[in-house]
Nanobody
Framework: EVQLVESGGGLVQPGGSLRLSCTAS????????MIWVRQVSGKGREWVSA????????DYTDSTKGRFTISRDNAKNTLYLQMNSLKPEDTAVYYC?????????????????????WGQGTQVTVSS
């Protein structure tokens, strides 16, 4: 079964940094594209970033581009999200998800129906 374990969240001040990790098992990590999404309590999920299977291509939402960096280590079956210059509006539970490689190239990962959430997420709180 697919298992995705997110970690690295916490409480930080505006302008601070966090690095999230997502450890994967139960599927062939190296052949799947991966995404990060986030969910504010009481609201729907929002796509944040995507990376292709080999880690050579990345995409970001406009609100995070230049501040967040997605990366992966296929040898460790681990996905990362480096978050810098954090803002209060980044506060959310962050989840990772796997998608078929073709969805990365076709751009079909933005909507919640395009992927499944398997992990419990990790809470990121940005507050003064």
């Amino acid at each position: 079964e697919v298992q995705l374990v997110e970690s690295g969240g916490g409480l930080v001040q505006p302008g601070g940094s966090l690095r999230l990790s997502c450890t994967a098992s139960g599927f062939t990590f190296s052949t799947h594209a991966m995404i990060w999404v986030r969910q504010v309590s009481g609201k729907g999920r929002e796509w944040v970033s995507a990376i292709n299977s080999g880690g050579s291509r990345t995409d970001y939402t406009d609100s995070t581009k230049g501040r967040f960096t997605i990366s992966r280590d296929n040898a460790k079956n681990t996905l990362y999200l480096q978050m810098n210059s954090l803002k209060p509006e980044d506060t959310a539970v962050y989840y990772c998800a796997n998608i078929p490689e073709w969805k990365y190239y076709s751009g079909t990962y933005y909507y919640s129906e395009d992927y499944d959430i398997w992990g419990q997420g990790t809470q990121v709180t940005v507050s003064s």
